[in-house]
């Protein structure tokens, strides 16, 4: 295996990067300068790194303020207590009031391991996905995780994305263009699509790879917007492979499978697997957890030769 | 202008509207540093209406303010019509989308906190219902305001002792309130909330170094004497003859 990776460092030192070229640029947090990597922001620019405590409500109307007063937030909190804690806020505050803010969940999908379901964030994309005017990315890699937050500061409106904590080889070709709503197609085949997002990329690929040895030539989509979805690569997956596999670290409803079955089921319907988490996880690591609910390489593989010998 | 939109729409929270016009008008034609035909303008003070359901005084008093037109003030609540139900910031002078209870202050904090980072003068102003001090998002921000001494920051509450189904001390006590924000570390002024010179003196203050409170006390429905102090009168709507006799009420006491 490849050397692995932790985003939130990329996401710590592009924050920085982005700070010092930016003075608009802040960073809102909820007690999480350490678990976010914040400490060289927050010496770098001890005024510009607004913690305000264990208060994730007003962590981002706060947010919301600062953007009304010109400035554009990169709020960094662990996600599932700003997505589920700040729901609300998330959806008034900054969406419906169409604020350039920047929702940067952290350590998201199980990767507090043992920590338990009350530290997981399966939920969020499925609780972003359900509010209207918010662009959602779930970054494959270190390289993704900064050409999101550089595409974000410039984007003009509210962004949600995650930030990995759980180690992933890089994926992301370093010519590969980031551009919004478009998916990165990794690997090229037409007897069955394997659309994957965040930790999920790296073993879609390993999927592809023992594919091939079985003469099954998979189609590999770096899904990483989740909202725009790159409908035109969807569809383009559906008719040419007309079998379509997805993966991600979330629930296996409402998340990018669901976003993907909601647009295939109109416009040019497949059979599908949708791989997520269907429940609360037992205890264990993450590692643990995502070849317990069947992310992992040989799951993929399962469920794409279902699809071919049945579909 | 609070009944033409009311009348108009058949709906809207005419109680609430009553208590706090006349915070509303002090503000904005004698407090806020703000100009109708910028509403852009980045200098401007910030003003954020947390109790959003009091939409239509809000929207009547922009008109005053020359944000809108008053023509447009009968499209309350009406099909398409910019004039949601709360306030939005498709209208020129609002500056955040309220109405679920308890947003207003974090907002306001973190315009205090943008102003202070920016090293402007522009102040932030946010007008809270007493009821909604009872969401706990409130206090999140008041602990965050008072921390960092936000003087810049006014909240204003409309405390006319009611909300929706009965009085706040009936249902969740608030009192004593003046002593909860001076624990979160804010200076507190009380003050008569329908007596514009009270308000003018106390709103027009200079800032301190402390974020400021100032509860000022109101009577639901002020004005209408059928309306006042009556909780049934948070969101009913008053009919044709009610408006005429409430019109009728205030052109005598003008």
Not at chain 2, 19 to 41: C, Q
Not at chain 2, 52 to 79: I, K, N
Not at chain 2, 92 to 104: S, Y
Request: charged letters at 20%.
């Amino acid at each position: 295996m490849s050397e692995t990776f932790d985003c939130r460092q990329a996401f710590a030192d592009e924050l920085m990067r982005l700070a010092e070229a930016d003075p608009r640029v802040v960073a809102v947090c909820n007690d999480s300068v350490g678990s976010s990597n914040l400490g060289a922001f927050q010496r770098a620019f001890p005024d510009r790194l607004i913690n305000v405590g264990i208060a994730e409500q007003d962590m981002v109307g706060v947010a919301a303020g600062l953007a009304l007063g010109g400035f554009v937030p990169f709020v960094s909190a662990a996600s599932p207590f700003l997505t589920a804690r700040a729901l609300e806020q998330i959806k008034a505050d900054i969406a419906y009031s169409r604020h350039h803010v920047v929702l940067c969940g952290q350590s998201p999908g199980m990767s507090y391991g043992e920590l338990g379901p009350t530290h997981h964030s399966i939920e969020d994309l499925a609780l972003m996905r359900a509010i209207s005017g918010l662009d959602i990315i779930v970054p494959a890699g270190p390289r993704q995780t900064r050409a999101a937050m550089r595409w974000a500061l410039g984007a003009g409106r509210p962004v949600f994305m995650r930030v990995a904590r759980f180690k992933v080889p890089e994926t992301t070709p370093a010519e590969a263009e980031f551009a919004p709503g478009h998916a990165v197609q990794l690997r090229d085949g037409s007897d069955v699509a394997i659309l994957a997002c965040g930790a999920l990329v790296s073993r879609a690929l390993a999927a592809a790879d023992v594919l091939a040895e079985r003469g099954v030539a998979a189609r590999v989509l770096d899904m990483a917007w989740v909202r725009p979805l790159d409908e035109a690569a969807v569809l383009a997956a559906a008719r040419e492979c007309g079998r379509i596999v997805t993966a991600e670290e979330a629930l296996d409803r409402g998340g990018l499978g669901g976003a993907v079955a909601e647009l295939v089921v109109r416009h040019h319907p497949v059979p599908m697997r949708i791989l997520g988490v269907p429940e609360f996880a037992p205890t264990g690591s993450a590692a643990f957890l995502l070849e317990h609910f069947g992310l992992s390489a040989e799951a993929i593989v399962r469920a794409a030769l279902e699809l071919v010998e049945h579909g | 202008m609070i009944l033409e939109a009311i009348g108009a729409a058949r709906a809207g929270h005419v109680g609430g509207d009553f208590s706090v016009a006349d915070i509303l008008t002090v503000l904005f034609l004698s407090v806020l540093r703000i100009d109708p035909t910028r509403p852009d303008w980045p200098e401007r003070d910030r003003f954020i209406l947390s109790k959003g359901h009091c939409a239509a005084a809000l929207y009547a008093v922009l008109t005053v303010a020359g944000f809108l037109d008053r023509t447009e003030l009968t499209s309350f609540m009406g099909r398409l019509s910019r004039l949601n139900g709360h306030p939005n910031r498709k209208i020129p002078g609002v500056e955040a989308n309220t109405g679920p209870l308890g947003h207003g202050l974090p907002i306001a904090v973190g315009s205090a906190i943008a102003a202070r980072l920016s090293r402007e003068a522009w102040r932030s102003f946010v007008v809270l219902g007493d009821g909604e001090l009872q969401e706990g998002s409130n206090w999140e921000a008041a602990m965050a305001a008072g921390h960092r001494e936000l003087g810049s920051l006014t909240a204003i509450i409309d405390r006319n002792g009611l909300q929706q189904g009965a009085r706040t001390e009936e249902t969740n006590r608030l009192e004593p309130l003046a002593d909860k924000w001076r624990a979160f570390g804010w200076e507190v002024a009380e003050a008569d909330g329908h007596d514009v010179s009270a308000l003018h003196a106390v709103l027009s203050a200079p800032p301190g170094r402390r974020p400021r409170c100032v509860i000022a006390r109101t009577i639901k429905g002020r004005g209408a004497s059928f309306m006042e102090d009556r909780v049934e009168w948070h969101h009913k709507v008053p009919s044709p003859e009610q408006i005429a006799q409430v019109l009728a009420e205030l052109e005598a006491g003008a």
